[in-house]
């Protein structure tokens, strides 16, 4: 009898200090993963005060609403080229659903492929475009034949806006 309490006697402090070492450890993990948590978040907020004016810029272009008058299709291809560079750069940082509405965006607003050499292609209506007394006619090969329901390009970019601000921690739920 006088054993067993002997070894209960040892055996108490020794299990509360396996658990603690235990339970150190795993708020050491917890810290450590919510630290990566927040510098990715801050990473993904960088990331996203450079391409959100351009991606702005570029749906109201092709919705042709907002100051898209002061914009030319070549500026419009520069900014593609300046959010691209900058989402696939950084694609490690984004969900794989940020970044399959990006592309299904940015599909849905640019024609790419279109030959060797040759600059993306914006899928819109040219008609108020061709109204401006800026209007070049060369810009004309700067469009697509094939033009983006402009409903289905507004719901892509919601979607898109939506799936950043879930990745940045916010969830917006209309």
Do not use: C, H
């Given at each position: 009898m006088e054993i067993?309490?002997?070894?209960?006697?040892?055996?108490t402090p020794v299990t509360i200090l396996i658990l603690g070492i235990w339970a150190k450890k795993i708020a050491r993990e917890h810290e450590k993963r919510t630290s990566l948590t927040a510098k990715i978040i801050e990473k993904r907020v960088f990331v996203y005060e450079e391409i959100g004016k351009n991606l702005n810029d570029i749906y109201v272009y092709l919705m042709q609403v907002g100051d898209w008058k002061k914009f030319t299709p070549m500026q419009i291809v520069e900014k593609k080229r300046e959010v691209?560079?900058?989402?696939?750069?950084?694609?490690?940082?984004?969900?794989?659903?940020?970044?399959?509405?990006?592309?299904?965006?940015?599909?849905?607003?640019?024609?790419?492929?279109?030959?060797?050499?040759?600059?993306a292609r914006i899928k819109t209506e040219t008609r108020k475009f061709e109204l401006l007394s800026s209007w070049q006619q060369d810009w004309k090969k700067r469009f697509s034949d094939?033009?983006?329901?402009?409903?289905?390009?507004?719901?892509?970019?919601?979607?898109?806006?939506?799936?950043?601000?879930?990745?940045f921690g916010f969830y917006q739920d209309s």
């Open positions: 067993v309490q002997v070894i209960l006697s040892f055996a691209d560079r900058l989402m696939y750069v950084n694609r490690p940082y984004w969900s794989e659903r940020v970044f399959s509405s990006y592309t299904v965006f940015m599909d849905s607003a640019f024609e790419t492929f279109t030959g060797e050499g040759e600059d094939k033009k983006t329901d402009m409903s289905i390009l507004k719901l892509n970019y919601t979607t898109l806006m939506k799936n950043l601000s879930t990745d």
